[in-house]
């Protein structure tokens, strides 16, 4: 089991920067990816930033060139940094663990953080 909290959200100034964390606690098999995803107001959650097991990193093209996810594997913490931020990436952030089933015999591990609230006003 893992417990994931979120901080660093608020509010910000369109071309503004924050810098999102989010501290694990408990144990997860390896490998796993750390993800962010994101929820705006009236739309579907949506995956913005992932670091794999082995460090790659992947982002949704809305925040390429903005948005860097990064890990310390000491401290099993994960970071969002944000920068030139726009009021469409106002949303709750959230991060998520992810182990998938590789066989029938076992068995996937998805945790989820409680949320962090991102504005960004105009």
């Known amino acids: 089991q893992v417990q994931l909290v979120e901080s660093g959200g608020g509010l910000v100034q369109s071309g503004g920067s924050l810098r999102l964390s989010c501290a694990a606690s408990?144990?997860?098999?390896?490998?796993?990816?750390m993800n962010w995803y994101r929820q705006a107001p009236g739309k579907e959650r949506e995956l913005v930033a992932q670091?794999?097991?082995?460090?790659?990193?992947n982002y949704a093209d809305s925040v390429k060139g903005r948005f860097t996810i990064s890990r310390d594997n000491a401290k099993i913490t994960m970071y969002l940094q944000m920068n030139n931020l726009k009021p469409e990436d106002t949303a709750v952030y959230y991060c998520?663990?992810?182990?998938?089933?590789?066989?029938?015999?076992?068995?996937?591990?998805?945790?989820w953080g409680k949320g962090t609230l991102v504005t960004v006003s105009s």
């Open positions: 670091i794999t097991g082995r460090g790659t990193t």
């Open positions: 998520n663990v992810h182990r998938p089933q590789f066989t029938i015999e076992d068995y996937e591990e998805n945790y």
């Open positions: 408990g144990s997860i098999r390896t490998p796993y990816n």
